[in-house]
Nanobody
Framework: QVQLVESGGGSVQPGGSLSVSCVVS????????MGWYRQAPGKERELVAS???????NYADSVKGRFTISRDNQKHTVHLQMNSLKPEDTAVYYC?????????????????WGEGTLVTVSS
């Protein structure tokens, strides 16, 4: 069984920094794209940042220049460094990954989610 386990997050004042990390555990063949999404109260879940296995990155316009996504392919981890945080960054942050699993001699890709970690930016 594959699990995405998140850590980090918490509370910070505007202008501060926080980070969140996620590790993929279990039995799988390969981890492809990884990313972070967030969902604020009363809003839809949205993509924050993503990173391919080749380290190409993509960011939401609202976080460009403030957030940095990185990954360690050996450790199957993804990390989001968040700087210059604003109150509108307050949300539950979810880790997402496309996992390839070997099932009966063929590879199957599935999207997996972490349980989410809360980030609160408030004075």
């Amino acid at each position: 069984q594959v699990q995405l386990v998140e850590s980090g997050g918490g509370s910070v004042q505007p202008g501060g920094s926080l980070s969140v990390s996620c590790v993929v555990s279990g039995i799988f063949f390969r981890v492809n794209d990884m990313g972070w999404y967030r969902q604020a109260p009363g809003k839809e879940r949205e993509l924050v940042a993503s990173i391919t296995s080749g380290y190409d990155t993509n960011y939401a316009d609202s976080v460009k220049g403030r957030f940095t996504i990185s990954r360690d392919n050996q450790k199957h981890t993804v990390h989001l460094q968040m700087n210059s945080l604003k109150p509108e960054d307050t949300a539950v942050y979810y880790c997402n990954a496309e996992i390839e699993m070997l099932v009966e001699d063929s590879l199957h890709a599935l999207g997996a989610w972490g349980e989410g970690t809360l980030v609160t930016v408030s004075s």
